[in-house]
């Protein structure tokens, strides 16, 4: 369990930390990344129950990944439609090839854009960037992007 902002908790389901250790991107290799889907509980604890792997309709290189539109959009209202509305979107996670990974330039926009255009049903949105090594976990709102303890990969 890590802490987020206003004492909200988060907790990564052990299916979520599978995606991620499958997907640790060898040197050289294209970036793989996908959405968050989960919920918010009573107490305030942000579960991430689902990480989706990449879709043949994402776009990826060594140094970027662009997921696609129109695919997670799909992948968010089935999971919504199948819960009753319990599932949200959360967030974007995405590899990069280095031990302990920070989030780029790029990474900090493209966060920003998720907030400020997305409609979601959170005040928030999260940023997973899986290494070698460890997790960077940053959960932005408003206008700051905070990073949470690092996670070890594989738990």
Same mark, same amino acid.
């Given at each position: 369990m890590y802490k987020l902002r206003r004492g909200r908790r988060l907790i990564l389901t052990p299916s979520v930390l599978e995606v991620f250790s499958a997907h640790i991107q060898a040197k050289g290799a294209n970036e793989a990344g996908g959405i968050l889907l989960g919920r918010r509980l009573e107490d305030g604890t942000v579960l991430v129950e689902r990480a989706t792997t990449p879709s043949p309709l994402d776009d990826a290189g060594p140094s970027f990944f662009v997921r696609s539109r129109i695919a997670a959009q799909a992948i968010? @209202?089935?999971?919504? &439609?199948? !819960? #009753?509305?319990?599932?949200?979107?959360?967030?974007? $996670?995405?590899?990069?090839?280095?031990?302990? *990974?920070? *989030?780029?330039?790029? @990474? &900090?926009? /493209?966060?920003? !854009? /998720?907030?400020?255009? !997305?409609?979601? #049903?959170? @005040?928030?949105?999260?940023?997973?960037?899986?290494?070698?090594?460890?997790? $960077?976990?940053?959960? &932005?709102?408003?206008? $700051?992007?905070?990073?949470?303890? *690092?996670i070890t990969c594989g738990g």
């Open positions: 968010i @209202d089935d999971a919504w &439609r199948e !819960s #009753d509305g319990y599932v949200v979107y959360l967030g974007e $996670w995405h590899t990069h090839a280095v031990a302990q *990974p920070h *989030p780029s330039a790029q @990474d &900090r926009k /493209m966060i920003a !854009s /998720m907030l400020n255009d !997305s409609k979601t #049903d959170t @005040d928030f949105v999260l940023l997973v960037i899986v290494g070698w090594n460890e997790l $960077w976990v940053g959960c &932005r709102a408003k206008n $700051w992007l905070r990073r949470t303890a *690092p």
